[in-house]
């Protein structure tokens, strides 16, 4: 027996429309459970800047000065000192701070300054001395020249 091969052509093929809204609306649906699941936010806890004078503004913070040398070497409101003396005054400045302050203790702003070579280690030391103080408001000063 002998086979016939025939070609058979099946026409155009083009651009089926029918799987592609099926594409869309799945996607559509993918989105749509994904915005159900936002949360809005309708309130920032935050104070403005304004002219009349807060209770806050009473309260002047008790401001602190620490620089950290590229040799290690730390001073305290440009006293030298060690780890160890950093910690004590530390300690003397949140006792200060509460008995200053009564109910709500006086805050207290630490502002580092290291040179930029400076080991973060070193850094690290004396924030680690701060939380020993319970003394959580550190800021830090960059040198202007580069």
Not at 38 to 52: D, F, N, W
Not at 83 to 111: H, M, W, Y
Not at 119 to 131: F, R
């Amino acid at each position: 027996m002998k086979r016939v091969h025939t070609k058979h052509s099946d026409g155009e093929v083009g651009f089926q429309i029918a799987p592609m809204i099926d594409v869309v609306f799945v996607i559509m649906l993918f989105f749509m459970v994904q915005a159900g699941d936002r949360q809005v936010e309708t309130e920032l806890k935050m104070t403005l800047p304004s002219t009349e004078p807060s209770a806050d503004a009473t309260d002047t913070p008790m401001e602190e000065q620490v620089a950290v040398a590229v040799d290690g070497t730390i001073a305290h409101n440009e006293e030298p000192v060690s780890v160890l003396e950093l910690r004590q005054n530390f300690t003397r400045l949140a006792a200060q701070a509460k008995a200053e302050g009564g109910s709500t203790p006086t805050p207290i702003v630490v502002t580092i300054s290291a040179e930029p070579d400076t080991p973060w280690e070193k850094v690290t030391d004396v924030m680690n001395q701060m939380n020993a103080a319970g003394i959580g408001n550190v800021t830090f000063s960059v040198s202007e020249e580069l």
